[in-house]
């Protein structure tokens, strides 16, 4: 798939508001903007804030390293794209998927549990020595329009030293109860994964899923989607 093409998939996966434009308190970005920049100072981490609205970023922290070869002012105008080129082939396909389901859930929540909830994600990324660094996004919702639906999301992004894994896996988390929720994508393809696809999206659920066993659902899940 080509940059354009995975950025209108992003783009119609996205919790969307559709709320009136004069409706929505963009006075709240202002307020909130020391908040966020204090947020980045104390973790080191990256913090970004995606409107669902306009499907912009709004808020992008300066302290992205320069050897991840992202330039903040190219996230304010062209959104998810400056992301989407750096990404590892591999992890694109899965990460559309499983971000598809966790708005998914999070839409069928009460506007409470909405904002109780973050997705993690794990994925890797290519610097600017050509090197692939596996990160993690904390993300969750941050406001909700007057009608109950997603309007900002906050994404905190860190370098993930722990391991170098090959595997990437997403989950939603639940901060106030502790409760995590591992995503099946079993539902959300065209035709009925087979015993062994089964078994490894069990596998995927613990954490536990070998390169070997990746591989088969990475390409099974990338042939069916790209199908599609």
Not at 58 to 80: A, C, E, M, Q, T
Not at 149 to 157: A, G, T
Not at 179 to 187: G, K, N, P, R, V
Request: hydrophobic share 40%; glycine share 4%.
């Amino acid at each position: 798939m080509i940059i354009n093409e995975i950025e209108k998939k992003v783009i119609n996966i996205l919790p969307t508001s559709s709320i009136e434009f004069d409706e929505i308190d963009y006075s709240i970005l202002e307020k909130r903007k020391n908040d966020w920049i204090k947020l980045s100072e104390v973790t080191h981490s990256i913090v970004l804030v995606f409107d669902c609205y306009t499907n912009k970023f709004v808020f992008v922290s300066d302290n992205i390293p320069k050897l991840y070869g992202l330039d903040s002012r190219r996230l304010f105008i062209h959104g998810h794209q400056p992301v989407i080129e750096v990404i590892h082939p591999d992890d694109i396909d899965y990460g559309l998927l499983v971000r598809k389901k966790i708005y998914s859930i999070l839409r069928s929540f009460s506007n409470e549990e909405k904002r109780n909830y973050k997705a993690i994600h794990e994925m890797r990324i290519r610097n600017m020595r050509g090197e692939y660094i596996r990160i993690i996004e904390q993300e969750q919702v941050l406001e909700l329009d007057k009608s109950g639906n997603i309007w900002l999301m906050l994404s905190v992004i860190d370098v993930d030293a722990s391991h170098e894994s090959e595997i990437i896996k997403s989950h939603l988390y639940n901060f106030k109860t502790g409760e995590q929720i591992f995503i099946d994508l079993s539902d959300t393809l065209d035709e009925p994964l087979t015993n062994r696809e089964l078994e490894v999206l069990r596998f995927m659920k613990k954490g536990l899923l070998s390169l070997k066993s990746a591989t088969i659902i990475q390409y099974t899940i990338k042939g069916r989607f790209m199908n599609r």
